[in-house]
């Protein structure tokens, strides 16, 4: 399903992951990754599909949170007077390069960038979207449980929770790990987010298409806790 190139460096990208045990969640890996410049994950630009709802109006407008978001580019395209986005990862690396990459951007004041770890992080205040593309997929699949009380946490009781659900295949290993749209639903379910719409991405890039699902995720006015009442 890869390119050969592509493969060596997931390869290359997986070894440096379980080989490197220096820091919570993976860290000290992802760093030694941004270092050695192995990311075969970046698009070198932001994903067509977000970029796509951000020119339509569907999506929230507010306060956005972008976890492990890389080189940035998918913050910086959907920032703006409306929405302040915060692009979050755990590598200090990569937090440099979309820093280095976004300064001089005209948008610069609507967006801003933050080494920490997702899982830890205590943002001030709560937010009224979060994008996830290619992070669920690059935690360890033991983590899903706590990405999802994280999200529930840190999202407003009505903001939107939105996945780009990759690679949907039936690989062994990672990352990134293979995902489905019931390994979501059976994280999210239990913190009471329920799918508004799921949908194939056929803007998908290359070798990515038909490995692609769009989920929006939100919460029903009664949490999980009241219902079971
Ligand atoms: C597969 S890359 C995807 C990057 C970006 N979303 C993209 O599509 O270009 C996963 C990213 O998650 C970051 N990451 C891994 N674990 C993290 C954690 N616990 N908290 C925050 N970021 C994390 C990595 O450093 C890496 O940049």
Redesign the pocket.
Known sequence: MMHNSTTTSVDALQQVIHTTHTH????GG??Q??KQGL?P???GGP?PLLLHLHRTGSLPKGRAL??????G??VVAIAGPERYVIG????GH?INKAIQLSSSHPNSSYFTFLE????T?HPTDLFDLIFD???F???EPH?RSAWARKMADILKPDGELITLMFPISDHVGG??YKVSVSDYEEVLHPMGFKAISITDNELAVGPRKAREKLGRWKRSSVSPAKSAL
Do not use: V
């Not at 919570?24 to 860290?27: E, L, Q, S, V, Y």
């Not at 972008?66 to 080189?71: A, E, I, R, V």
């Not at 979050?88 to 590598?91: A, E, H, P, T, Y």
């Open positions: 919570t969640n993976g860290g992802w760093e990754c941004w990311t994950w970046d698009l994903t972008l976890p492990g978001c890389g080189t580019y998918d979050l990862d755990i590598s990569a920490a770890d997702f899982f992080c593309y290619t992070f997929c690059a935690i983590l990352p990134p």
